[in-house]
């Protein structure tokens, strides 16, 4: 077919020719023959019908209208032909959600979105959410192998909207370091820290400790889920902020101590025990081991002192004052010990 130069060329087309434009057509061809036909057959296309050379914002409303007036098969047409990517993006994602209330295939989405390009393959992502059907599920685990890192990264969020957590929890355990950081930050953004905490509350310590590092701003009100009273952990959100000690609770701190006993976290014990009267429950169980605890290091410490007495004068006060703070904590559990 010759002679096209616009699409007032096209419009003037019968049907079957038209048809046959949107096979065989350049690509601005295709578009114009799947306008004219949009045109002939929603009829009022309202703002629209003013547009004689649609651009790809009119394109992406006329996938909207294409779909209202269930013209499915040039809904399809746009998503197949359209030389746009952001147009076939859209109109995929409501080819999508057809697909999903069982007006279409579901094989039509599965075929496009491996076979277009990454923003097609992001945009049918963005239609898995919770309780999406077992087919758009399947897509997505596919598409975390994708060669693209976007779509892999947005397959991956993908499952975890939709519930399926241990796949989105080995792909991330899967990633190298740098990719896994990357994944963390964007995955964290957008005030997401505590959900994305409570997701990796079981994931190996490797991965909650680039959690802890990768967020914006790290806090035990956000990351405390995924830290419990594993101590390198937390000594990682500590390195971000030493001022979180002070919001740590007490049952985590102690267990935390217990395991990799610090000076400092004494400290810490020492003015969280001052505050009450008695421990109950599991906790108290802890502070006989608590106690021995800070005796050991106080034995520790005073070793030193001989060490050093008469040696180093500064190194001398330092540890005197680090035998007292840790004997006023051994105070306090003994205290709370009797009672």
């Not at 080995?170 to 370091?177: K, Q």
């Not at 101590?231 to 979180?244: K, M, S």
């Not at 919001?247 to 001052?274: G, M, Q, S, Y």
Request: charged fraction near 30%.
């Amino acid at each position: 077919m010759t002679g096209i130069e616009g699409f007032e060329d096209v419009r003037v087309l019968g049907d079957i020719e038209l048809r046959e434009l949107l096979e065989h057509g350049r690509p601005e061809e295709r578009v114009w023959a799947i306008w004219a036909l949009a045109l002939r057959s929603t009829g009022d296309v309202s703002e629209l019908a003013h547009h004689q050379d649609p651009d790809p914002g009119v394109r992406r409303n006329l996938a909207i209208v294409l779909a209202g007036h269930g013209e499915l098969e040039l809904l399809c047409a746009l998503a197949h032909r359209d030389p746009a990517a952001e147009v076939r993006g859209s109109a995929m994602q409501l080819i999508a959600r057809l697909a999903i209330d069982g007006k279409l295939a579901p094989e039509l989405v599965a075929e496009r979105a491996r076979g277009d390009v990454a923003d097609v393959r992001i945009a049918v992502l963005g239609t898995v959410f919770a309780g999406a059907p077992p087919w758009l599920r399947e897509l997505a685990r596919g598409l975390i192998a994708d060669r693209d890192p976007d779509v892999r990264y947005e397959a991956f969020e993908a499952l975890v909207r939709a519930g399926e957590l241990a796949p989105a929890r080995a792909w991330l355990e899967e990633l190298p370091d740098g990719e896994a950081r990357l994944a963390l930050m964007r995955w964290t953004a957008r005030g997401r820290t505590r959900v994305c905490a409570e997701l990796l509350a079981g994931a190996s310590r490797r991965m909650r400790r680039m959690l802890i590092e990768s967020v914006r701003i790290a806090s035990w009100r956000e990351l405390g889920v995924a830290i419990g009273a594993d101590p390198q952990l937390l000594a990682a959100l500590l390195r971000r902020d030493a001022g979180e000690l002070d919001h740590v609770p007490l049952d985590p701190l102690v267990r935390a101590t217990l395991a990799e006993p610090h000076d400092h976290w004494l400290r810490a014990i020492r003015t969280r025990l001052a505050a009450v009267d008695h421990i109950s429950g599991e906790l108290s169980v802890l502070l006989p081991d608590l106690h021995e605890c800070c005796a050991h290091r106080v034995a520790e410490l005073e070793r030193e002192l001989e060490r050093w007495r008469g040696q180093d004068a500064d190194l001398e006060v330092a540890l005197e004052d680090a035998r007292i703070d840790i004997e006023a904590t051994l105070d306090q559990v003994s205290r709370v010990l009797v009672h």
